[in-house]
């Protein structure tokens, strides 16, 4: 695992990563700059960015299986932190030759810089003002609750011009329906491409889904159940590693999947012999029960975790009776 050591954390180490994840619990860290030293970014980009890192990884692989790859040549980091975003995206697909890496902090953005010279030396690199053309993808992770309503709204006006957009943010109520309402705005400009399977109206909007949010759950690498650095980063600072839940978007300007497939919302909730599935299709979003007698396999797959995300259902009476995967060649574009 890149940048683990079999060391474990100084206190001032544990110190540094407690503060910083006080400041984005609280929903503080937009105040002001808190990358107070070139520890704080080392340290944020070995752990925190990482965990990210492991859901960019969930929402690339879920492009994959719906056929999506983007169209565009350039990207844009927006808020990049130490820039796990597009380095993940760099390292994905090769066809990009050039990224713009922009955050309120200078010491941030010099260190993505100097970081993503290093691993992609073939990328030309820049620290300029943000700026998009229709061959931008931009890209925007773990934002959105620094933002103040007017930066917010400059940041959806600059994504308007882009080709593409990528955007995974925490998946917490409060952050997938701050990522709703930005599909909600930019749904006149782009095609909504995943997690949704339609470009109607965000079914998570009716007074009955109120309690729901769009979020989904990452699977970290099994590699680190077995690093005494991550044992004790999670010990101390009280993450359950097992659990990387996520919102996101992925907005273009290509047609639509083929109509009739469902995204699973969240994790099923299984009862003796059944499950309950929240899913998501242009009807809505609703909740389906999965019976291990009408769909042993699939029950199965509920158990073992590893349910596709996308599917077409066969519903009798709100039940799934039977359910076709997403193939990748079915997909897209
Ligand atoms: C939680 S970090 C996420 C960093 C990175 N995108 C990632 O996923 O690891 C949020 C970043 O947004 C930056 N930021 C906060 N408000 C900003 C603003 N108004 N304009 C630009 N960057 C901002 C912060 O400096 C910080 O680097």
């Known amino acids: ?60 692989d879920e492009l994959d299986l719906r056929g999506w790859h983007p169209r565009t040549t350039r990207v844009l980091d927006w808020g990049c932190g130490t820039g796990v975003a597009h380095r993940r995206v ?16 200078h010491h941030a953005s010099m260190f993505a810089a100097q970081k993503t010279r290093r691993e992609f030396p073939q990328v030309a690199v820049t620290l300029d003002r943000p700026a998009v053309t229709p061959e931008t993808l931009l890209l925007v992770s773990h934002v959105i609750n620094e933002l103040p309503e007017a930066e917010l709204d400059h940041l959806l006006e600059l994504a308007r011009g882009a080709g593409e957009v990528i955007w995974v943010e925490a998946g917490t109520h409060a952050d997938s329906r701050r990522l709703i309402d930005v599909r909600e705005r930019l749904r006149d400009t782009f095609t909504p491409i995943a997690p949704c399977t339609h470009s109607a109206r965000c079914g998570m909007l009716t007074v009955k889904n109120a309690p729901h949010w769009c979020h989904h759950f990452a699977r970290p690498p099994s590699a680190i159940f077995q690093d005494a650095r991550w044992a004790d980063f999670g010990k101390e600072i ?9 919102s996101f978007l992925v907005l273009a300007r290509t047609p639509q999947m083929p109509p009739g497939y469902s995204r699973i919302i969240g994790e099923p909730r299984e009862a003796k012999g059944f499950a309950r599935v929240l899913s998501c299709q242009v009807e809505g979003v609703a909740d389906y029960i999965l019976q291990k007698r009408d769909v042993p396999e699939l029950f199965r797959a509920v158990r073992k975790g590893t349910l596709e995300p996308v599917y077409r259902w066969t519903l009798a009476d709100g039940k799934i009776v039977a359910a076709e995967p997403l193939a990748s060649d079915a997909g897209m574009l």
């Not at 009280?238 to 996520?246: A, E, F, N």
Request: proline share 4%; hydrophobic share 40%; aromatic share 14%.
């Open 1 to 60: 695992m890149k940048g683990f050591h079999l060391v474990q954390f100084t206190n001032d180490e544990l110190r540094i990563l407690r503060e910083l994840r006080e400041r984005f619990l609280a929903g503080t860290a937009g105040a002001a700059d808190y990358w107070q030293s070139p520890d704080h970014l080392e340290l944020y980009d070995s752990t925190y960015a990482e965990r990210i890192g492991w859901k960019w990884d969930a929402v690339l």
């Open 90 to 105: 760099l390292a994905k697909w090769p066809r990009f030759t050039a990224a713009n890496l922009h955050d309120r902090s």
């Open 238 to 246: 009280g993450i359950d590693l097992r659990s990387v839940p996520y």
